[in-house]
């Protein structure tokens, strides 16, 4: 919903785009802060998750995503674009705790070697919302409401949602993990050097990715691409976070311990499938367009799909082929013009699919009794989602839109770089 409120912020306060970005500052700003007490808290008096537990820390997140959200309503009351900004800041506080808990709970239900696959299979569910949320944003936002009030009845509704969701949360009957190693206080998981380079991973990573979705709209918009109107250019959007279910649906398979390669192959096959005609249907029901308009993205689902082949099932091989692909579609991007580099932008979604579920398993492997607090810290580092995008929109204020593309192009590099060597455990796995 991020991509999809900036330009409407942008619009109503007629700010730059560097200070639309700030939007992504706000937000992605209090995964830094949050996770940043966190940490404080976990190196002075112990892990926190040890003592409330994965579910009630998921509950609490949904409960304070839930306060952020509903404060939207006094915001559009009094409009003042700080409070805008406070609010999505509370969000972002809720979903620190959610994303601290839920990431590494996942990881633990079973075998550390199958750990990416759980994470890339929940983050697929996770990329269904990113998928279905531009679209109906778009829709409410710049179509169905008008003005100042575009965004009250939505935000109201996503509060009431969390609340729900917490409850059943907390009803629910979920499998108990408790760490039978001694929680020390300090901080021993920074001793891990495979760790460390993921944080960095995990910030270029988010940067990136937030980046080029939260300017696609007004890339869009440029005459010399597509020339469309916010509204039309929110179906791309959707498309591009799209992309991310659909490789996360087929990394989840990939990545798994099915040895019958055959039924792995078909069953990619089958989520890809799927997983296109719930995109191409969501966009239908919004615009009633016909499936021709989107066919030019198969194209990057058959490069998908060959990259997985590369990537042989290895979560750090997989990476760095779908990092080197980023690079590519950026590159193809910046230096064409028209629909060649509409979709080459978009289609980078796609290859992100997989990065956070690899990256953040990749990190957090034999961190032991560390686990928690080396997921909060990797949790830190989507700090990037706040800096990385008012880099680039300062940029697109210096040089364009079209040619501002370039900020994203080193973060897929490092991250290329962790897929081929930073994700190594070194003997004895800890920095000295």
């Given at each position: 919903m991020n991509d999809i409120l900036i330009p409407h912020l942008k619009d109503i306060f007629e700010l730059s785009h560097f200070?639309?970005?700030?939007?992504?500052?706000?937000?992605?700003?209090a995964y830094f802060i949050g996770s940043l007490i966190y940490f404080l808290i976990s190196v002075n008096f112990g892990d926190p998750i040890n003592r409330i537990g994965y579910k009630n820390g998921m509950v609490w997140g949904l409960l304070l995503a839930a306060l952020g959200s509903a404060m939207f309503f006094p915001a559009t009351i009094v409009q003042e674009y700080w409070l805008y900004l406070t609010a999505l800041f509370i969000v972002g506080l809720g979903f620190v705790l959610l994303q601290i808990t839920a990431n590494p709970y996942i990881a633990i239900l079973g075998t550390e070697k199958t750990a990416s696959s759980r994470l890339n299979l929940a983050q697929g569910f996770n990329s269904l919302g990113t998928t279905i949320g531009p679209l109906i944003g778009g829709y409410l936002i710049f179509k169905y409401f008008a003005g100042n009030q575009?965004?009250?009845?939505?935000?109201?509704?996503?509060?009431?949602?969390?609340?729900?969701?917490?409850?059943?949360?907390?009803?629910?009957?979920?499998?108990?993990?408790?760490?039978?190693?001694?929680?020390?206080?300090?901080a021993g998981a920074l001793k891990f050097r495979h760790l460390v380079f993921g944080m960095i991973a995990i910030f270029m990573y988010v940067g990136g990715e937030v980046s080029i979705g939260s300017i696609m709209i007004s890339f869009i918009g440029l005459k010399e691409i597509a020339g469309l109107s916010e509204n039309e250019a929110s179906n791309f959007v959707s498309i591009y976070w799209g992309g991310l279910m659909i490789g996360r649906f087929s990394g989840a398979i990939s990545l798994s311990k099915m040895s019958n390669t055959l039924k792995k192959q078909l069953l990619m096959l089958l989520s890809t499938l799927v997983t296109f005609f719930i995109i191409y249907f969501a966009i239908y029901l919004k615009s009633d367009i016909t499936l021709t308009y989107i066919l030019p993205f198969l194209i990057f689902i058959v490069l998908n799909y060959f990259a997985f082949i590369l990537g042989k099932s290895l979560p750090n091989r997989t990476l760095l082929v779908f990092a080197m692909m980023a690079i590519i579609l950026l590159i193809t991007g910046i230096s064409t013009s028209g629909m060649v580099a509409l979709w080459s932008i978009v289609g980078i979604?796609?290859?992100?699919?997989?990065?956070?579920?690899?990256?953040?398993?990749?990190?957090?492997?034999?961190?032991?009794?560390y686990t928690s607090q080396g997921s909060s810290l990797l949790v830190m580092m989507i700090l990037g989602g706040a800096i990385i995008p008012v880099i680039q929109g300062a940029v697109a204020d210096?040089?364009?839109v079209h040619l501002s593309f370039i900020v994203p192009i080193a973060c897929y590099l490092y991250i290329a770089f962790y897929g081929w060597k930073g994700y190594k455990q070194i003997k004895h796995s800890?920095?000295?």
């Open positions: 200070k639309a970005m700030m939007v992504q500052l706000a937000f992605f700003g575009a965004v009250k009845l939505p935000y109201l509704f996503f509060s009431i949602l969390f609340i729900i969701l917490a409850f059943i949360i907390k009803t629910a009957k979920l499998p108990r993990f408790s760490n039978p190693d001694i929680i020390e206080k300090g979604g796609i290859f992100n699919s997989i990065m956070w579920s690899n990256i953040f398993t990749l990190s957090i492997a034999g961190l032991g009794k210096s040089i364009g800890k920095m000295k």
